[in-house]
């Protein structure tokens, strides 16, 4: 199974995106689906995440303004993440995530898309 991220572009400061993740197959026993994203010269760093009892998390600079979330209806995985004012440090290749149980158990990633805020 793959994951495929898709959505990412360029958008002024202010500006919203929709990223979606999308599994070419199924993925059981989903523990966390999560977006990651990772800027040059910095580490990967958790955006935002869906837990297995329906928590979301965000990073504190995304609270408010990024909204996580997933579309239980379709037989393949489906997730989004809605952007809104959108600041140039939110410029980074965006990743999505899924990790199967046990927690810590197999983990998917997507191959990353590009979100380019300009001032």
């Known amino acids: 199974v793959q994951l495929q991220a898709s959505g990412g572009g360029l958008v002024q400061d202010g500006g919203s995106l929709r990223l979606s993740c999308a599994a070419s197959?199924?993925?059981?026993?989903?523990?966390?689906v999560s977006w990651y994203r990772q800027s040059p010269g910095k580490q990967r760093e958790l955006v935002a995440m869906?837990?297995?009892?329906?928590?979301?998390?965000?990073a504190d600079s995304v609270k408010g303004r990024f909204t996580i979330s997933r579309d239980k209806k379709q037989v393949y995985f489906q997730m989004y993440l809605q952007m809104t004012s959108l600041k140039p440090d939110d410029t980074a290749v965006y990743y999505c995530?899924?990790?199967?149980?046990?927690?810590?158990?197999?983990?998917?990633w997507g191959q990353g898309t590009q979100v380019t805020v300009s001032s």
């Open positions: 197959g199924i993925i059981f026993d989903i523990n966390t």
């Open positions: 869906i837990a297995r009892d329906g928590t979301t998390t965000y």
């Open positions: 995530n899924v990790e199967q149980r046990p927690p810590g158990g197999r983990g998917f």
